[in-house]
């Protein structure tokens, strides 16, 4: 072969060759594809066990802060009896005193 002669290629290299190109761009995209949904789906896996965790511990904290708040109340109306207590006495002598008829 001389420097002008043009290398030649046979047609069932070059289809092979195509064919094989053909069939790793398909394997990249795939592998692509793949790591792409994993990383979706392990988005989607976190949101959804983070929302899990919300809602185990949501109801914890609406409990733990319904107890602090009767706590709070209980405080609240022990001083509101202490404090009408005499009042109630007053009352109590007096239907007493009206039922006696003296």
């Known amino acids: 072969m001389g420097s ?7 047609l069932e290299v070059l ?6 190109l053909r069939e790793a761009t398909i394997a990249v995209q795939d592998r692509l594809f793949l790591q792409t949904k994993e990383v979706i789906e392990s988005e989607s896996f976190a949101r959804i066990l983070s929302r ?7 109801p914890n904290q609406i409990r733990e ?7 709070e109340m209980s405080h609240i109306n022990l001083s509101i009896a ?13 239907v007493e005193r009206l039922v006696s008829g003296g």
């Open 52 to 58: 899990k965790v919300l809602m185990q511990e949501q």
């Open 65 to 71: 802060a319904m107890m602090k708040g009767y706590v």
């Open 4 to 10: 002008n002669e043009k290398w030649m290629v046979p």
């Open 82 to 94: 202490s404090e009408c207590l005499h009042a109630e006495y007053e009352a109590q002598h007096t």
């Open 15 to 20: 289809a092979v060759y195509e064919k094989k």
